[in-house]
């Protein structure tokens, strides 16, 4: 049965910083390319962050660049999302995706709401 995960989400201060995890199974996880998405009240789902299937190519949105850190670890079979000087207009619900892109196969989680307020 596959799983994928999420947590780590809650309500911070503009200025503050948040990790997210995501616990992943049921699939051969190093074979996936790791991906966060996000997506606010009103707007479309975006990707934040992506990490190839061996940590070593890494993209990120321009609105994230240099605040959030995207990282992976094949032998837990998780991904984390580590957010740094996080504004308001991060607040979304935050999904981990896998996709394989040989397969196409890709699996989401249900999220986990970030809030960034004063």
């Known amino acids: 049965q596959v799983r994928v995960v999420e947590s780590g989400g809650g309500l911070v201060q503009p200025g503050g910083s948040l990790r997210l995890s995501c616990a992943a199974s049921g699939f051969t996880f190093s074979n996936y390319v790791m991906k966060w998405y996000r997506q606010a009240p009103g707007k479309e789902r975006a990707l934040v962050a992506a990490?190839?299937?061996?940590?070593?190519?890494?993209t990120y949105a321009d609105s994230v660049k240099g605040r959030f850190t995207i990282s992976r670890d094949n032998s837990k079979s998780a991904v984390y999302l580590q957010m740094n000087r996080l504004k308001p207009d991060d607040t979304a619900v935050y999904f981990c995706?896998?996709?394989?892109?040989?397969?196409?196969?890709?699996?989401w989680g249900q999220g986990t709401q970030v809030t960034v307020s004063s």
């Open positions: 995706n896998a996709y394989d892109t040989r397969s196409r196969v890709e699996y």
């Open positions: 990490v190839g299937s061996l940590g070593i190519s890494i």
